[in-house]
Nanobody, 127 residues
Framework: QVQVAESGGGLVQAGGSLRLSCTAS????????MGWFRQAPGKEREGVSC????????DYADSVKGRFTIFRDNAKNTLYLQMNSLKPEDSAMYYC????????????????????WGQGTQVTVSS
């Protein structure tokens, strides 16, 4: 059974940093393209960042480029999202998701491209 679990969320002041982690089990992690998504109250879920199965390619939403970094440790079955220079508009529930697809080019930032989801971790940035 595939399980994905996020951690690392919390309350932080604007300009601060957080590192989210996502640990996966029940799957061959290094065969999965992984992504981070977020959803604020009353808004649609949006793609934040993604990374191919071997970390060879990444992509970011324009709103987080230069501030967030996605990376993975396949030996630990763990995905990370380093978030710096946080803004109040980054406040949302953050979800980790994966799909067993190899992408030769960029990974997708569309939620419908992923089929294994975690329960989310809340990030709140105060002004």
């Amino acid at each position: 059974q595939v399980q994905v679990a996020e951690s690392g969320g919390g309350l932080v002041q604007a300009g601060g940093s957080l590192r989210l982690s996502c640990t996966a089990s029940g799957l061959t992690f290094d065969a999965y393209t992984m992504g981070w998504f977020r959803q604020a109250p009353g808004k649609e879920r949006e793609g934040v960042s993604c990374i191919t199965h071997n970390g060879g390619a990444t992509d970011y939403a324009d709103s987080v480029k230069g501030r967030f970094t996605i990376f993975r440790d396949n030996a630990k079955n763990t995905l990370y999202l380093q978030m710096n220079s946080l803004k109040p508009e980054d406040s949302a529930m953050y979800y980790c998701a994966g799909v067993r697809v190899y992408y030769s080019g960029n990974c997708p930032l569309l939620a419908r491209s992923y089929n294994s989801w975690g329960q989310g971790t809340q990030v709140t940035v105060s002004s």
